[in-house]
């Protein structure tokens, strides 16, 4: 025989994806939701079985195909996916995963839905992108209570509707945002979209869009230039009497990852919307929206860790080298323990944020932009070693793990890249000392365990106490971070993840993956990672 195969793992498959999260299991029942434990074990278990797994590949390697006109010359600006993005929407919507928090009102219900994503993204990453939107826009739709009973109760809907029709026709709706233009980026006041009174209330704005994700969605929020300055506005793609509102797409973003989702570049001419909050006040309006999906990068960048550190187990458990498995060759067992301890400390991070918006806590404040950089600036690192651990098979597209790699940087860029979210921290902490305060808490509560962690615990403290200069933003917002996740594996991990966290993050931290400190728990660590 000249080509026998052997030492070779067999597909990772028909595993749960949530019952093996040992981290995201217990921080379900810590942050309040245990109750929705059975809802996520039959969310865990759809998500790995193979046609689930296939219904991910399908969605990106077949991308969404912009049609701008019908074969008659009329202008239509339709998007059409292939059918498996639209299995994964169904799934998604059908198990609560964009607004069942606001309308299905039980304790944790932000925490379970938080868990929902971490347990189902990995299947595919792009389609959660609406579905993210669906869920935050409701937090800004409700500064105008006549928009929101409008239009929650469609959004709400667990019935995934992709039809091409006016809204009033469908059984559900997702909801899309469209603030970025060429000349701003994020500095969303340089935008120069116009929108005139039209006298009966509503508004014609005209203008361009740099990126709108999920040009397909039913309804948008964006931000515009009224007479009384900057404003939030609600754009339906199909106008009241059921012809389309002025929303042209013009094309559609060719992205290194993120392949499943389609984003554009649209074009408002005269286009119809209403009024958000108040005039001149969009900002602040559209923060509302913006907080909730800095939650959700954060917690897509955990999924995307996870998913990342599981592939590079389970290969690793499965192949010989140098007569033993890699999980018994030293190195490799400390790079894989290095991988599941930054992991665990995103989930225990994101869902302690996502448990602060239940409880409508001060922390999320100063937390959400924390979490969001330093989880999110971690992953495409975490992804590349996680690849690297399957070698040459991990570099190839039938692995699963370039597609994890491209889209580990998106989290990051999106909702404010690096800079933008460390001077919000900064302003955050600027104008409310009480913000400060509630995220110390947990910080003070870790002390006395560990001299490092107490020593860099001083540290920040006099860093904050001068206040920071913008200069020193990402070294300060970065120790920040660490020491939040640090302090919440001390108070809720086992001793042997905190020790291996303090030692490899403050103590004595190495530069690469794997480069931890002597006495680290390493077969502890990474048999609560991937139960055996």
Not at 473 to 500: H, N, T
Request: hydrophobic share 40%.
């Amino acid at each position: 025989m000249t080509h026998e195969v052997f030492n070779q793992p067999p597909p990772l498959e028909g595993h749960n994806t949530f019952t093996l999260d040992v981290a995201l299991a217990e921080a379900l029942a810590r942050e309040g939701a245990g109750s929705t434990r059975s809802e996520l074990e039959e969310l865990g278990s759809l998500a790995g079985t193979p046609e689930a797994i296939e219904w991910g590949r399908l969605a990106n390697e077949n991308p969404p195909v912009l049609h701008t006109h019908d074969r008659s010359g009329h202008r239509i600006d339709r998007v059409e996916y292939h059918p498996a993005y639209h299995r994964l929407m169904a799934t998604a919507v059908g198990h609560g995963l964009h607004a069942t928090p606001w309308h299905e009102v039980r304790p944790g219900g932000h925490v379970a839905r938080a868990a929902r994503m971490v347990t189902w993204s990995p299947v595919d990453a792009g389609h959660t992108c609406p579905i993210s939107m669906t869920y935050a826009v409701v937090a800004t739709l409700r500064h105008s209570p006549e928009l929101a009973a409008q239009w929650e109760p469609r959004l709400a809907s667990r019935t995934y509707d992709p039809a091409y029709a006016p809204a009033g026709r469908k059984k559900g709706l997702t909801a899309g945002m469209a603030m970025t233009e060429k000349q701003g980026g994020s500095d969303v006041r340089a935008n120069t979209t116009t929108a005139e009174p039209a006298g009966d209330g509503s508004f014609r704005l005209s203008g361009h869009k740099w990126f709108v994700s999920a040009p397909m969605s039913d309804i948008f929020l964006t931000l515009a230039v009224a007479p009384g300055g900057l404003t939030c506005f609600m754009l339906p793609r199909w106008l009241p009497d059921e012809t389309r509102n002025d929303f042209a797409i013009q094309r559609l973003k060719d992205k290194m990852g993120d392949r499943s989702n389609a984003s554009s570049e649209v074009e408002f001419d005269g286009a119809i919307a209403w009024m958000v909050g108040e005039e001149g006040d969009g900002v602040r309006t559209i923060i509302e929206m913006v907080n909730r999906t800095r939650l959700d990068c954060a917690l897509g960048a955990a999924a995307g860790m996870r998913h990342g550190l599981i592939q590079a187990m389970y290969h690793c458990r499965h192949r010989e080298a140098f007569g033993k498995l890699l999980t018994e060759q030293p190195v490799m067992a400390r790079v894989l323990a290095d991988l599941a301890i930054e992991s665990e400390a995103a989930t225990a991070a994101s869902m302690r944020l996502a448990g602060a918006y239940d409880r409508n806590e001060q922390f999320a404040r100063i937390a959400t932009p924390v979490i969001k950089y330093w989880v999110c600036k971690r992953n495409p690192g975490h992804a590349a070693e996680a690849l690297e651990c399957l070698g040459g098979a991990g570099y190839v597209e039938e692995s699963p793990l370039p597609r994890i790699f491209r889209q580990s940087p998106l989290n990051g860029v999106w909702e404010g890249s690096g800079n933008v979210i460390c001077l919000d921290v900064l302003r955050a902490m600027e104008r409310s000392s009480e913000s400060i305060e509630a995220f110390r808490e947990p910080l003070a509560a870790a002390a006395g365990t560990y001299r490092a962690y107490d020593e860099a615990l001083r540290t920040l403290d006099e860093d904050l106490a001068g206040g920071v200069d913008p200069w020193d933003a990402r070294r300060v917002v970065e120790r920040m971070a660490v020491l939040l996740q640090a302090a919440l594996l001390i108070l809720d991990a086992p001793g042997f993840v905190a020790d291996a966290f303090v030692a490899g993050r403050i103590g004595d931290p190495g530069v690469a993956y794997g480069a931890l400190p002597d006495g680290v728990d390493v077969d502890a660590i990474l048999e609560r990672a991937l139960p055996a």
